[in-house]
């Protein structure tokens, strides 16, 4: 079972605007990692945050961590209608690589 | 390089019957992990491989095992097959062990038990 959860679990927008997905977990992180995963497919590698980091940015991606209430948040800016995928937040702790992965919002970017 | 290959890419099994899947991770990378995918509970973890040893194991029943070779190819074994093993097979490969690395997927295998 998963221990994070993410909201909303769907999102619709139209092409240009940004995109916010949460996700919250239980227990304490060495990292945490947002994948997309389109139609089925394998997940692709968006970012990693680090548990002492609060804030990282890539292209049009920006990610927030908030370890006080074991949250993050993954926006999207100036969204595109290939960023219709599936997002999933993924926790570390100190157990190797494994990835505890959250539910998942399904984004879907109408042109 | 190549990313993370699968095979193969699609099955069809029937209950009762067992199933091999392969993976070959990035070359160069040592740490094979495998997860399963279903609509009802999501992606989970089922095994981590790192220079032929298992060194994490998610909550999945003995059914499940899994293997790592020494040039880092890992295959994961389901026997006597139920029908709630239907499911997308994901492979990951890493560079490292510790520290919770950034993880390249394969496209996965999708087995089908009817």
């Known amino acids: 079972s998963q221990q994070g959860e993410e909201d909303p679990q769907a999102l619709s927008i139209q092409e240009g605007e940004n995109a916010t997905m949460n996700c919250s977990y239980k227990t304490s992180i060495n990292n945490l990692q947002w994948y997309r995963q389109n139609s089925g497919r394998g997940l692709v590698h968006l970012i990693l945050?680090?548990?002492?980091?609060r804030e990282k940015h890539s292209g049009r991606l920006r990610v927030t961590l908030d370890t006080s209430k074991k949250s993050s948040s993954l926006l999207i800016t100036a969204s595109r209608a290939a960023d219709t995928a599936s997002y999933f937040c993924a926790r570390t702790n100190n157990a190797g690589n494994m990835l505890t992965f959250g539910g998942g919002t399904r984004l879907m970017v109408k042109p | 390089k190549a990313g993370v290959t699968q095979t193969p890419r699609y099955l069809i099994k029937t209950r009762g019957q067992q199933v091999t899947l392969s993976c070959s991770p990035i070359?160069?990378?040592?740490?094979v992990s495998w997860y399963q995918q279903t609509p009802g509970q999501g992606l989970q973890f089922l095994f981590e491989?790192?220079?032929?040893?298992?060194?994490n194991k998610g909550n999945f029943p003995g059914r499940f095992s899994g293997r790592q070779f020494s040039n880092s190819r890992s295959e994961m074994n389901v026997s006597t097959l139920e029908l709630g093993d239907s499911a997308l097979y994901l492979c990951?490969?890493?560079?490292?062990?510790?520290?919770?690395?950034?993880?390249?997927f394969g496209p996965g295998t999708r087995l089908t038990v009817l």
């Open positions: 070359s160069g990378h040592r740490s």
């Open positions: 491989y790192f220079s032929e040893t298992q060194r």
């Open positions: 945050i680090r548990s002492n980091e």
């Open positions: 990951a490969s890493s560079l490292a062990l510790a520290g919770g690395n950034e993880q390249f």
